[in-house]
């Protein structure tokens, strides 16, 4: 059964890059969506980007000038950085699977989560 | 934007009750609607995707049902550990998935 797992700097100064790693074990990373979502009290559940392995990747436009996925299939892990970052950036960043069942009309939702890893924006 | 509103925002409720839960999207999404639930701490959980049909592992008591623009998502005889904060998401614009803001289900 696939597991994620989050890791990085849990504070981040204002105006630099945060950089979180997902780490997935228990199945393989290719062939699947890849996708980082973050909730704050503020905002709610919001979804960041997603990538697949064969490089496709998209974002959210409200994010995307800022935000890069990228991945390292040898390690099994993909990872996030989002820069220039506000306190507004204050988060609990999950990582997820993207399911695509291309057979029922391309369903899709995000199964299984990591645990979650709370990022605070502080000087 | 593919806005999704839930309602009510909270509500409670006793072991054994049933509860209904809808969410509403700001425009036809058919069937592409997922429910999670989250408890304090965690992450959110799958429950139910494509509207109505059940994650694997989740209680049969869980249901959801609709389409178009309007779900539901129902718990028959809640269980204290059904006690949560239930969201939806649209899953028909893949270029922007969006969340309902939250349902906080708490003990009457």
């Known amino acids: 059964q696939v597991q994620l797992q989050e890791s990085g700097p849990r504070l981040v100064k204002p105006s630099e890059t945060l950089t979180l790693t997902c780490i997935v074990s228990?199945?393989?990373?290719?062939?699947?969506?890849w996708t980082w979502i973050r909730q704050s009290p503020g905002k709610g559940l919001e979804w960041i980007g997603y990538?697949?392995?064969?490089?496709?990747?998209n974002f959210n436009p409200s994010l995307k000038s800022r935000v890069t996925i990228s991945m390292d299939t040898s390690k099994k892990q993909f990872s996030l950085k989002l820069t220039s970052v506000t306190a507004a950036d204050t988060a609990v960043y999950y990582c997820?699977?993207?399911?695509?069942?291309?057979?029922?009309?391309?369903?899709?939702?995000?199964?299984?989560w990591g645990q979650g890893i709370l990022v605070t924006v502080s000087s | 934007d593919i806005q999704m509103t839930q309602s009510p925002s909270s509500l409670s409720a006793s072991v054994g009750d049933r509860v209904t839960i809808t969410c509403r999207a700001s425009?036809?999404?058919?069937?592409?609607l997922n429910w999670y639930q989250q408890k304090p701490g965690k992450a959110p959980k799958l429950l139910i995707y494509?509207?109505?049909t059940l994650q694997s592992g989740v209680p049969s008591r869980f249901s959801g049902g609709g389409s178009g623009t309007y779900f539901t998502l129902t718990i028959r005889s809640l269980q204290l550990e059904d006690f949560a904060t239930y969201y939806c998401?649209?899953?028909?614009?893949?270029?922007?998935?969006?969340f309902g803001q939250g349902t906080k289900l708490g003990i009457k």
């Open positions: 997820a699977r993207l399911n695509v069942v291309i057979e029922s009309g391309a369903m899709n939702w995000f199964d299984p």
């Open positions: 228990g199945g393989s990373i290719s062939s699947d969506y």
């Open positions: 990538l697949h392995d064969s490089g496709t990747t």
């Open positions: 425009q036809n999404i058919s069937t592409y």
């Open positions: 494509g509207a109505s």
């Open positions: 998401q649209q899953s028909y614009n893949i270029l922007m998935y969006t």
